[in-house]
Structure formats: structure tokens, C-alpha cells
């Protein structure tokens, strides 16, 4: 398990936005790069078969009694953890944002985040905190820049979902829809925040040289240069799998990604869990529920299999090339 993928490099050793990065002409030439690339095809006709063996779901009817009651509840989840995680950052020695590398200038963000904590008691109110939460993304954004704060569409995906909770009450047809549509929203900037960490993995592998040569055992007896280019492969893999994969590949890619961002907590500790909490609740919650409507629609689930064995790889790549696009002209723009 690539756990170094899945914790933040950005949190644990020293990075320069300012450096250029390596191009894609250099990292698709790796022999490591283009044997991940190799293994694509075969990993999504895999998770073609896992979708087929989830349409007979009702073979394994406890596990889909069991994930029914905790979808139910995953408003509930999402609110909890959300209001517990700010608290962690309320009681955080150094201000921050939203993530350990985003510092505050002022420790008043920390009485902030405690009241936004508060209106995570109610569905009723919990718009406040998707509110309050997009004025910290805003407000990092104008320190930080558009380019740094790419790194974590993520909290947007939250912001969404909160307010779709307490939408549900209201009469506004626009609003109910986000609240129809919460979960999807939710996956889509988590798999957006994934992919986008993926392709710094490649771009940036020198900033994890460091930890890799502290910890060693980390790279699996990989060459770094290697695992790394492997590991942006598995993270890349697995994020667009919340997408494009059906009611079981959706479901198997947030259970990996789950079990690496919680075992990267035991490897780097509270930061790391402080850091990850709401994506590792997001993941649970995808695990229980799946992808929601936008998987019904881009995992092409109710096409014929011949059509997702031929499909299904075209959109994988296509996602891949427009991430590495978007990445690298973010970064020109910037």
C-alpha cells in the first residue's frame, strides 16, 4: 500500500511552488510511468467485471442491509465529523485555515471555525458552516493563490453538501436540487482533489525524496523515482474509480482509499488526521451510499459490457489528459 501517496507531502517537508515542476514529456518517458499506464487497461476491464458481480448485489444481502443503514444515516456522518474537525482545528496550536500548510495570519480564525462547529448540531443550520467554510477557502485562496488552493476542491464538495442538508427544508426548487444532488457534487470534488494530488506525485515527486530517504521502508524496496511515479498511478487509479466506476468498482476504490488515508494517520500521526478527517469521513460515506447519480450517468453502467470494456478506457484517459492539462496550464496561469 503506496501509504506516502496519501499523506499530504505538502504537510511533512519543505515544497516551493515557485520551482518548476517536471514537464510530462519527462515523467511519460519513465519505464515506472508507462508500466502504470500499461496496467490501466487491464485494471478498469477488472472493474468492469467487479460492476458486473455488483449487479447481483443481493447475493451478499447482510453487507447491503448493513451499508443501507449507515447511507441513511450519512447526512449525520458528514455534519458530526465536520463539526468535530473543526474543533480539532479550533484547538490546534498554530491557526490554519482548513489544512496544516495553510496558516493563518491570525489567530482569530481559530474562534471562527469554533462557531461553525456549533451549527453542526442541526441540519437546520448547517448551511452556516458550508457558508463559513467557503469564507475560510476564499479567504486562504487570497493568500495562498488559486494555483496552491487547486490542491483541495474538496472542502467546496463539503461546502455543497452541507448546505444541501439544511436545503432539503426549503422551498427554493434551485437549492432542493443541490440537496438532491449533494452526494454526487461530494464525490466529484473529492475525486477532482485526488487526481489533482496524483499528478503532483509525478510533478513534484523531489518534494517527497525526503521522507521517502527518512523512511525508507515506505517505498516497498522501490527504487523512490519508481514507487513514486507508481504511486500517482494507484491515486490517480482509485480517484477517478469514485467516478467512473459502478455500484461495486465506486464502492472497492473508497474502501482502499480509506484503509491508505487511515493507515498514513498511524504513520504520521495527529497532523495527518487532522488534515484528512473530512475526506476519510467523504470516503466512508461513498462506501456505504456509492457514487450517486453521476456514477450512474459516467460509469456508463447500463451499457453493454463490450461497450464499458471499449469506453470506459477513453474516458479514463481522457480524465487523465485533461487533469495533467489543467495542472500544468493552472500552474502557467498562476
Not at 471555525?113 to 448547517?126: A, D, G, H, P
Request: contains cysteine; aromatic residues 12%.
Amino acid at each position: 500500500m503506496p501509504i506516502t501517496a496519501h499523506a499530504h507531502i505538502k504537510w511533512f517537508a519543505p515544497f516551493d511552488l515557485t520551482v518548476e515542476p517536471t514537464v510530462p514529456a519527462m515523467f511519460i518517458s519513465q519505464d515506472a510511468w508507462l508500466l502504470g499506464l500499461a496496467l490501466s487497461i487491464p485494471a478498469l476491464w477488472l472493474a468492469v467485471g467487479l460492476d458486473q458481480l455488483g449487479r447481483r448485489w443481493d447475493i451478499m444481502p447482510n453487507v447491503g442491509r448493513s451499508l443501507s443503514r449507515v447511507a441513511a444515516d450519512a447526512d449525520d456522518i458528514v455534519r458530526v465529523t465536520i463539526g468535530v474537525w473543526l474543533t480539532w482545528l479550533w484547538a490546534s496550536p498554530t491557526p490554519v485555515f482548513l489544512t496544516p500548510e495553510l496558516v493563518a495570519p491570525t489567530g482569530h480564525v481559530h474562534w471562527f471555525q469554533l462557531l461553525m462547529s456549533v451549527f453542526c448540531f442541526s441540519r437546520r443550520t448547517t448551511w452556516i458552516t458550508g457558508i463559513g467554510l467557503l469564507a475560510l477557502y476564499f479567504t486562504a485562496m487570497s493568500h495562498y493563490g488559486l494555483f496552491h488552493l487547486a490542491d483541495y476542491p474538496l472542502f467546496l464538495g463539503i461546502t455543497a453538501y452541507l448546505i444541501g442538508i439544511s436545503a432539503q427544508r426549503w422551498r427554493s426548487s434551485r437549492l432542493r436540487l443541490l440537496a438532491r444532488h449533494r452526494h454526487s457534487t461530494l464525490v466529484i470534488a473529492m475525486t477532482t482533489t485526488l487526481c489533482w494530488a496524483s499528478i503532483e506525485k509525478w510533478a513534484y515527486a523531489s518534494w517527497s525524496m525526503p521522507i521517502l530517504a527518512e523512511r525508507s521502508y515506505l517505498a516497498l524496496g522501490l527504487d523512490p523515482a519508481t514507487f513514486m511515479a507508481l504511486a500517482g498511478w494507484v491515486e490517480f487509479g482509485l480517484a477517478i474509480s469514485l467516478v467512473i466506476g459502478g455500484r461495486l468498482t465506486s464502492r472497492a476504490a473508497a474502501l482502499a482509499l480509506l484503509i491508505m488515508f487511515s493507515a498514513a494517520v498511524f504513520e504520521f500521526g495527529k497532523v495527518d488526521l487532522i488534515g484528512h478527517l473530512p475526506i476519510i469521513a467523504s470516503l466512508f460515506v461513498v462506501v456505504a451510499v456509492g457514487n450517486g447519480d453521476i456514477g450512474d450517468v459516467v460509469s456508463l453502467s447500463r451499457r453493454s459490457v463490450p461497450f464499458r470494456l471499449v469506453a470506459l478506457p477513453v474516458v479514463y484517459f481522457a480524465s487523465l489528459a485533461l487533469t495533467i492539462t489543467a495542472y500544468f496550464g493552472g500552474r502557467h496561469v498562476a
